[in-house]
């Protein structure tokens, strides 16, 4: 089993960008407490960070009969990005949309999630373990294929 992990624009700042509600946790520990976690299941994981729209929208297309399932926090895309769905619509890969901020608690803009119009399962607020939490869900869902 592969899962593609995507993250958008100023993820790769985690650990600098707005600690209080980020954390202090780079995007390096983050990558590694995945890694860790797939390791322990056996599950292929890869990465994929970009702060360009074009860029997500190209390794989503990229992921069409290459991987298994795609977590994906948007970030700030989560909000504007009708063609990040549009992409995720084309390839019809189980996805699990990722924010590590509890976004319904924040600013108004940030209640309107595109993406969550193909999400099977949007996880806000847990930190990093919602990445976890994700990919746990996508390991079960597909394995029931």
Not at 23 to 45: C, F, N, P, R, W
Not at 84 to 103: C, F, G, N, R, Y
Not at 134 to 145: S, V, Y
Request: negative net charge.
């Amino acid at each position: 089993m592969k899962i593609l992990v995507i993250n958008g624009p100023n993820l790769n700042m985690l650990g600098i960008r707005e600690p209080d509600i980020y954390g202090k946790s780079t995007y390096k520990d983050l990558i590694e407490m995945i890694q860790s976690h797939a390791d322990s299941k056996g599950i292929e994981v890869e990465f994929y960070q970009s702060n360009h729209e074009g860029d997500i929208v190209d390794r989503i297309q990229a992921a069409y009969e290459n991987v298994d399932g795609i977590v994906i926090n948007p970030a700030a895309y989560t909000h504007t990005s009708v063609a990040i769905l549009d992409a995720l619509k084309a390839v019809q890969l189980p996805t699990v949309e990722v924010h590590i901020s509890a976004v319904e608690e924040r600013e108004p803009f940030r209640q309107v999630s595109y993406v969550s119009y193909i999400a099977e399962k949007t996880i806000t607020g847990k930190g990093f373990d919602g990445y976890i939490e994700a990919i746990d869900f996508l390991c079960e869902k597909i394995q029931k294929k």
